[in-house]
């Protein structure tokens, strides 16, 4: 069962402008990762949030965490060609297994 | 440090053959998942390890798939037979944490299965 929902499913944005997308969930959660995907390749981990938190920041990267919403979103500032990716949200659903949405499609035009 | 080293890379084979993965973890990492990605789709989770046993294994199809990590370390995951919506890419991840540990995973480049 999917567990994280991504908003857009698609996102098409010029290089240098910022890129923001949402992460919705259903059930309690202790953390909440992103990762990419580059086309072709395996996913690789970007930043991890905990129930706790509210806001993290990894360089360009800047993620939020609402419980209250259930929704957390990630922010790519001054975005750049090679951002083009697929980005999936992941949560653990308060278990043991990390559950991945159907992520968001960016692509960055130069 | 080395990667999660995952073969073959590319797969072609006719429905109702069978097909096998091979991965190796990251040294030391306990647990280890196969997750199946359908084009255009998030990767969901079929079997997860920890050393060589079995943590969940809910949503593997166990009429046509097997997995298997006898060492504890590298694992190998099969299909027999194969039907058509096996078409997919087969992600094999590693963690160092053990059974109850949701933090970072680390992927292999994945194994894409097209199935004729």
């Known amino acids: 069962s999917q567990q994280g929902e991504e908003d857009p499913q698609a996102l098409s944005i010029q290089e240098g402008e910022n890129a923001t997308m949402n992460c919705s969930y259903k059930t309690s959660i202790n953390n909440l990762q992103w990762y990419r995907q580059n086309s072709g390749r395996g996913l690789v981990h970007l930043i991890l949030?905990?129930?706790?938190?509210r806001e993290k920041h990894s360089g360009r990267l800047r993620v939020t965490l609402d419980t209250s919403k259930k929704s957390s979103s990630l922010l790519i500032t001054a975005s750049r060609a090679a951002d083009t990716a697929s980005y999936f949200c992941a949560t653990d659903a308060g278990g043991f297994k990390t559950i991945f949405g159907a992520g968001t499609r960016l692509f960055v035009k130069a | 440090e080395a990667g999660v080293a995952q073969s073959p890379r590319y797969k072609i084979i006719e429905k109702r053959q069978s097909v096998a993965f091979w991965c190796n973890p990251i040294s030391g990492h306990a647990t280890l998942y196969w997750y199946q990605q359908i084009l255009g789709q998030g990767p969901k989770l079929l079997i997860q390890f920890q050393n060589n046993g079995v943590v969940d294994d809910s949503q593997l199809p166990k009429d046509r798939f097997s997995a298997e990590r006898l060492k504890g370390v590298d694992s190998t995951l099969k299909i027999q037979p194969a039907k058509l919506e096996d078409s997919a890419v087969y992600l094999c991840a590693s963690s160092f944490g053990l059974a109850g540990y949701t933090g970072e995973l680390f992927f292999g480049e994945g194994s894409r299965l097209t199935v004729l």
């Open positions: 949030i905990r129930s706790n938190e």
